[in-house]
């Protein structure tokens, strides 16, 4: 599942918005066509280290570092839903800004058009591409935004919350996507709040409270020592049919 | 044969609409519809400061001092938001608020230094479509062009960062220069249009045929198109009816223009 190659390295990672700090001293290794999740309560900035990541903030301290190229999926309820710019035109606009074609009307070249389908058909969504993005469903919104962050072919994706309104099924059909895509080499990883869906498809988690509480497989993080570091209180798990421990978050939200 | 001034007066409201329906539904999409009468009344302080200027001895055209505060309150607005735009409290409409009671706070300043006609003052803020010169609409007509090309140069950018600014920030745009390139169209076109027909009818065209548009358009393109056309006819109207009747084409055309954008929630 994991070849050897390092794709991301965070080291000392320290980030702050306008004076307040975000993470601290984050250390963290993901090697190629790795899945990892990153968790923690509420404002244990999950985000901020998808963002460092990604190259939109610069740390106050400590470095991070990306052998490759990045894709980056936002949480929905940061898209300004209310544009009706058609689904064909979300996917495009990766590609566009990554291939710096913005000033003007640059059409897409047939390469161009080609990765946009194909992002699209990866997540279902080819048959709506005329359709107007106000239009879909919350689920819809989330796959097409998955395939404006697939279309760039990225070596490592970056996904924020890419389950938030997503129904069962849906959710579903996106891990099994990201699980392939992990498969072909791609290293994805995302920040979840409930990780228990994940967790027969992850290789790591990335447990977070301003500091790195705990890295490693899922069994080594989700210890009652960690979470109750984490969340102040400690999660209980159940074991799977299959030996996955699976944290029961019910009611607990940071 | 039409009359000079109703010719004038049509031609008017054809570069206002073509305006309103760009700088305007840039500004709904960006959600920054406040920028429109923020704009519009800082440009009251540069007028007033280019008055003091002039008395001084120095000559600087009243529109110009206008644009350059009124520009200013944009940049200053999109700062402000782009600050707030990753920690999650982005609220460019109270940054234009805020630099609106500066210019505001500024234009009463600098009134109060004016000697005298401090009326060429307010004069930026009152305008008629039925007394409009040939000046008026040359300024008019050379703001819808640079409105005009900034929107076909920089539109995709502008959708991306209005649509979703952080991952425009991940894909490697420079979010806030093309903010500012935005923002500060939208300054000019407000200004100038203003200049010539007055403040009333900037703020009803400017935002409710672009909200109504974007309430009921499904593709982008028709947003576009239908503020456009809304503002025609609410115009033409204007005009139409002024005309049989002793009421002031502006006034008449933002009556309609804000009560289509009413409608337009009630039935949806």
Redesign the interface.
């Known amino acids: 599942m994991t070849g050897k190659k390092k794709m991301v390295e965070a080291k000392n990672l320290t980030c702050a918005?306008?004076g307040?700090t975000a993470i601290e001293n984050v250390n963290i290794d993901v090697f190629r066509g790795e899945f990892i999740a990153i968790m923690g309560p509420n404002g244990s900035g999950k985000t901020t280290l998808l963002?460092a990541i990604?190259?939109?903030?610069k740390p106050v301290r400590g470095e991070v570092r990306v052998y490759g190229s990045?894709?980056?999926?936002?949480q929905k309820e940061?898209?300004?839903a209310?544009?009706?710019?058609?689904v064909w035109?979300?996917v495009s606009?990766?590609i566009?800004?990554?291939n710096k074609k913005?000033?003007?009307?640059f059409s897409l070249s047939k390469e161009e058009k080609k990765a946009v389908e194909e992002a699209l058909n990866a997540v279902n969504m080819l048959e709506l591409k005329d359709f107007?993005f106000t239009?879909l469903s919350g689920g819809q919104q989330q796959r097409v935004?998955l395939a404006?962050a697939l279309a760039?072919k990225p070596d490592v994706l970056?996904l924020d919350e890419p389950f938030n309104g997503v129904d069962l099924p849906t959710q579903e059909k996106i891990i099994s996507l990201l699980s392939k895509l992990s498969e072909k080499g791609i290293t994805v990883i995302t920040v979840v709040h409930n990780v228990s869906p994940l967790i027969h498809s992850i290789s790591r988690i990335a447990l977070l409270n301003k500091n790195l509480i705990a890295y490693g497989k899922p069994e080594d993080v989700l210890t009652p020592e960690n979470t109750l570091k984490a969340y102040g209180v400690s999660i209980p798990v159940s074991v799977c049919e299959e030996g996955y421990l699976h944290p029961l978050f019910g009611d607990i939200h940071g | 044969m039409l009359p000079p001034f109703l010719e004038r007066a049509i031609l008017a409201v054809i570069l206002i609409s073509i305006n309103a329906s760009l700088a305007g539904t840039f500004t709904i999409?960006r959600?920054a519809s406040f920028l429109v009468a923020g704009a519009a009344h800082a440009a009251l302080a540069g007028a007033a400061l280019a008055i003091v200027v002039e008395e001084a001895g120095f000559h600087v055209p009243v529109l110009l001092g206008g644009l350059i505060f009124a520009v200013a309150t944009a940049i200053t607005a999109g700062y402000a938001s782009g600050?707030g735009k990753?920690?999650g409290t982005e609220d460019t409409n109270t940054a234009i608020a805020v630099s609106f009671a500066l210019s505001m706070s500024l234009a009463v300043l600098f009134i109060s230094m004016i000697r005298e006609y401090a009326a060429r003052v307010w004069g930026l803020l009152i305008g008629d479509l039925f007394l409009l010169s040939y000046s008026d609409l040359k300024l008019m007509f050379a703001s819808t062009l640079f409105v005009v090309l900034v929107s076909?140069?920089?539109?995709?950018?502008f959708?991306?960062i209005?649509?979703?600014a952080?991952?425009?920030?991940?894909?490697?745009?420079n979010v806030r220069l093309y903010d500012y390139i935005m923002l500060s169209t939208v300054a000019v076109s407000v200004v100038v249009i203003m200049g010539g027909v007055g403040a009333i009818l900037v703020f009803a065209m400017f935002v409710a045929p672009s909200a109504t548009a974007?309430k009921i358009?499904?593709?982008?393109g028709?947003?576009f198109l239908l503020s456009f056309v809304i503002s025609l006819i609410c115009g033409l109207l204007g005009i139409y009816l002024s005309f049989n009747f002793p009421f002031s084409p502006g006034a008449i055309a933002a009556l309609i223009a804000s009560t289509t954008y009413f409608a337009s929630i009630f039935v949806k």
């Open positions: 918005y306008n307040h963002r990604a190259g939109m903030i990045v894709s980056y999926m936002p940061h898209v300004n209310s544009i009706p710019i058609r035109d979300v606009m990766s566009l800004a990554r913005f000033i003007l009307s107007p239009s935004m404006r760039t970056l | 999409f959600d600050k990753l920690s076909v140069i920089f539109h995709r950018a959708l991306f209005s649509f979703d952080e991952a425009a920030m991940a894909y490697g745009v974007a358009a499904g593709t982008v028709s947003v």
